[in-house]
């Protein structure tokens, strides 16, 4: 087991690396830089003094020996888009992207692996055939467009629900406690859902399956036999055995909630990750990029590795 | 030779004193403004500041010397009222100029505005050291030296229209104890910057980087107290920021998606305001060839190619079916909203008939599929459009007005920054560009003048005419306005004449405002220049606008 975690890190380290690496060329590749394109030009002299300063004009491998050297040691540089160190920048977004992706992800998980058991005992009968159709719908529609929809109908029609930021930027601070959790709570549902309705229902589609392939069993119908009601016969004997393929689905599905909020902290002005990425980008604040990309990568392999691990406490045949 | 001395206008004194001594009564002030910039502000500390959100914030916390007025006239210091210089006096040659600080001025943290952070201010704005984007337009500076703790005497390189302005408007005051011992080369990327004190009407709270960023009054300044309480700045993408305006969760939100300006023609939350800025649209026709560089362009460098399609688009029908009655057409390499703007230019009029005949003229003759060619090559060219949804749907009707003229335009849709490289590089054969004026009639030097042509410089198409250039000299060296802008007009008609490009229409900004919010008057150059005295009147306020200047909990 120790041998396996170890090569898996080591694997984790060599794929991390690669990918900065490949982020490290491309940015640089594309047109522009972080001083190009400023609503006041710069002029060419203060432009390339503060090319000098950040060590912009040095030969790109030069550049990326030093990059490499920094992130090694934890500096992940400067960015010029925020005027702070991209240590500070993502140290802000970071946990508020995983807020909205872990509550996300509960909520995905929980919610799909009911319905997907639900769908599975009732197979073909109405609310399987109804609820196969919803969620299809949903996970057909672009994320984006599904957060416009939400935010239109919950925000703008009924107006049930704030259409942005991650708390009310005056009154919040002026809250007692509970109505501040309340405030902050109002605030993430609809970027939650958002990210939520779109995952859900592979979830209800994996579990569907996998129980489908359980319920047939014999010692199914053992428990069956020996008088247990049907409701202990799914969620205690076939629901314990049809979870396994769910923890590689989670593994799978990681990359899917980081690449989701990217879209959806846009529409909400969610200042995560996910908008820290696309504004780095539209400004070229190289250092952020990379940065994003790794801690993306890093996420995305800690939750492979982590839903590999849980594969393997849960089922024993694999360990052996 | 200028007059040594300087009288500031009796009534700019007056207005100037009504502000500073009248104390708002009970209930004229309070409230809560929430501003929805499109982005967050890289920088609130004003030597290092260079985009809109973060010059908005800079000018609510710090002064100028002496702030510009709403006609916007750069020449001399007729058109000023004193801010942080209550007076100033010129010198026999012109050369320098005292400015008499206001004795009551402060900063936040309460120690007197002094002549010594004059001179740190130029120091720092100045040196290579710290790189201001902000240097090159302090260029005839020569140095700022302390006559008193009171005095400073600023001294220029030379005699020019526009020094006061120079002076006036681009050099932004910093407190030297605050940022005076932190060596130059760290100062830009010291945290201490980035919670900045100033001496304006509000007072800087807290930046939470992507989130907000939040001043209240300053109850004490030399000034008077600012009208509201708070201002909070938080950025969004304009349709959220849209819906946000229209639910009452935010108060103010600067480009209101142009699609959706009739939702605020029929809401009961916000309205629509209209205000002018200095921008303008175009389409650039390269004179020269994108693939050798210097080489004349095979289509552009004949003036009869450029003025045939000049003339075979109709820009007024274009500018109601995009804009419908919301837009303004452009006149020229200028904003008509520009001090300096002239709508009596000569642009080359709409008249099919005559471009096939110039096209005709130029050799490029039609064929049986009608599509123009001469010697063999077609009139074909790629037109490099950047993410605006007007310049694309502009690009699409000259695209079909051009076809009928027998000229192929093919569409090269490309995002801002690969924009600005097909600029950098020269590398295009047409492109829709926009050019943002300065007030002043410099800046237009920095967009179609030969010397805007060196590296880094704005004239990106390299337009060059020693005519043109001549007379833009002859308006930016003019001491009288009306002179002025007789030559900027010559100049300009130059320009229109050679028809380097296809002026297309102004940039009309639609910002949405809570209608609980009285506005104060606004000026082209910085809509936020009266912030501090925009106003909610008591009968009008919400939860927010009545919490006070009570600090929120830790």
């Known amino acids: ?320 | 030779m200028r007059t040594a001395f300087l009288l500031v206008a009796a009534g700019v004194a007056l207005a100037a004193c009504s502000t500073t001594d009248s104390r708002p009564g009970p209930g004229a002030t309070g409230g809560t403004v929430i501003m929805a910039p499109t982005s967050d502000a890289s920088s609130i500390f004003p030597p290092s500041v260079f985009d809109l959100t973060g010059r908005m914030v800079q000018d609510q916390l710090f002064d100028r010397l002496a702030e510009i007025g709403p006609e916007l006239v750069t020449i001399g210091d007729k058109d000023f009222t004193p801010r942080l210089a209550k007076s100033w006096t010129w010198a026999s040659d012109s050369l320098s100029i005292a400015f008499s600080l206001d004795p009551r001025a402060r900063w936040h943290d309460g120690k007197p505005v002094t002549a010594n952070d004059i001179r740190f201010s130029f120091k720092v704005y100045t040196d290579p050291k710290f790189a201001s984007p902000v240097a090159p337009l302090l260029a005839n500076l020569d140095s700022v030296t302390v006559r008193d703790s009171l005095t400073a005497v600023v001294w220029f390189k030379k005699h020019t229209p526009e020094q006061f302005y120079d002076v006036a408007y681009q050099l932004v005051p910093i407190p030297e104890h605050v940022y005076g011992g932190i060596p130059l080369e760290q100062l830009r990327t010291s945290p201490i910057t980035q919670s900045p004190v100033g001496n304006s009407r509000f007072r800087f709270v807290r930046w939470d980087k992507g989130t907000r960023i939040e001043l209240v009054a300053d109850t004490s300044n030399y000034r008077g107290r600012a009208k509201l309480d708070r201002i909070v700045f938080t950025p969004s993408n304009p349709v959220t920021a849209a819906t946000q305006l229209l639910t009452g969760q935010a108060d103010f939100v600067e480009s209101y998606p142009f699609d959706r300006a009739s939702e605020l023609d029929t809401s009961t939350v916000a309205r629509a305001v209209v205000l002018p800025n200095f921008a303008y649209v175009f389409m650039a026709m390269n004179q020269f060839d994108p693939k050798s560089k210097n080489a004349p362009h095979p289509i552009f460098s004949d003036v009869r190619v450029r003025r045939a399609l000049s003339m075979a688009v109709d820009r007024r029908a274009m500018l109601t079916n995009v804009f419908g009655d919301k837009g303004k057409l452009s006149y020229g390499p200028f904003a008509m909203s520009a001090p300096f703007a002239d709508s009596t230019l000569r642009l080359p009029p709409y008249d099919t008939a005559a471009a096939k005949a110039l096209l005709d003229s130029a050799g490029w003759r039609a064929g049986a599929n009608g599509m123009r060619a001469k010697n063999g090559r077609p009139l074909r060219f790629a037109l490099v459009v950047s993410p605006s949804p007007f310049r694309r749907r502009y690009a699409v009707l000259m695209q079909e007005q051009f076809k009928t003229l027998g000229v192929q335009m093919d569409l090269d849709q490309v995002d801002d920054n690969a924009a600005r490289a097909h600029m950098d590089n020269h590398d295009f054969d047409a492109l829709m560009g926009a050019f943002s004026n300065d007030p002043s009639p410099s800046g237009v030097r920095q967009t179609w003048g030969t010397d805007g042509i060196a590296e880094g410089g704005q004239n990106f198409l390299r337009y060059s005419n020693k005519r043109f250039d001549t007379l833009l000299d002859s308006a930016t060296s003019s001491f009288d306005p009306a002179k002025m802008k007789s030559y900027a007009s010559r100049a300009f008609q130059t320009v229109i004449d050679d028809a380097p490009a296809i002026f297309l229409y102004d940039i009309t900004l639609v910002y949405g405002v809570n209608r609980r919010i009285t506005m104060a008057p606004t000026r082209t150059d910085e809509y936020w220049a009266n912030l501090a005295d925009w106003s909610i009147p008591a009968g009008k306020r919400i939860d927010r606008d009545r919490i006070g200047l009570t600090p929120a909990k830790p």
Request: proline share 6%; with cysteine.
């Open chain 1, 1 to 320: 087991m120790r041998r396996y975690i170890a090569a898996r890190i080591l694997q984790s380290v060599v794929v991390t690396f690669i990918v900065t690496t490949i982020a490290f060329f491309v940015v640089r590749a594309a047109p522009g830089d972080p001083f190009s394109y400023e609503s006041r030009p710069l002029p060419p002299a203060v432009r390339q003094q503060l090319r000098a300063q950040f060590g912009f004009d040095k030969p790109l491998p030069e550049q990326f020996v030093r990059y490499v050297a920094n992130v090694a040691r934890g500096n992940f540089g400067y960015s010029f888009g925020k005027q702070e160190s991209v240590h500070d920048a993502i140290a802000q977004a970071l946990p508020r992207t995983l807020l909205l992706a872990g509550v996300a992800l509960t909520l995905a998980f929980g919610l799909g692996l009911v319905i997907g058991v639900m769908q599975a005992a009732r197979r073909g009968g109405w609310f399987d055939r109804v609820t196969s159709g919803v969620l299809l719908f949903f996970y057909s529609v672009p994320d984006f467009w599904a957060a416009l929809v939400l935010m239109v109908a919950f925000s703008s029609w009924w107006r049930l629900l704030p259409s942005g930021n991650i708390v009310d930027p005056v009154m919040h601070d002026y809250m007692p406690g509970w109505m501040a959790f309340i405030d902050r709570a109002r605030h993430l549902i609809l970027p939650a859902a958002s990210l939520t309705l779109l995952s859900m229902a592979a979830v209800a589609r994996y579990q569907r399956a996998a129980m489908l392939e359980v319920l047939p069993s014999d010692f199914v119908r053992a428990a069956r036999a020996k008088g247990l009601s049907e409701r202990a016969v799914i969620w205690r004997h076939a629901l314990r055995n049809a979870l396994a393929p769910m923890t590689t689905l989670l593994g799978l599905m990681l990359p899917v909630f980081i690449g989701g909020a990217v879209f959806v902290e846009r529409v909400f002005a969610w200042p995560g990750i996910g908008s820290l990425a696309t504004d780095a980008l539209a400004g070229r604040d190289y250092d952020v990029v990379c940065a994003t990309v790794i801690v993306g990568a890093v996420v995305v392999i800690l939750g492979n590795l982590a839903a590999d691990l849980l594969h393997l406490a849960i089922d024993p045949r694999i360990r052996e």
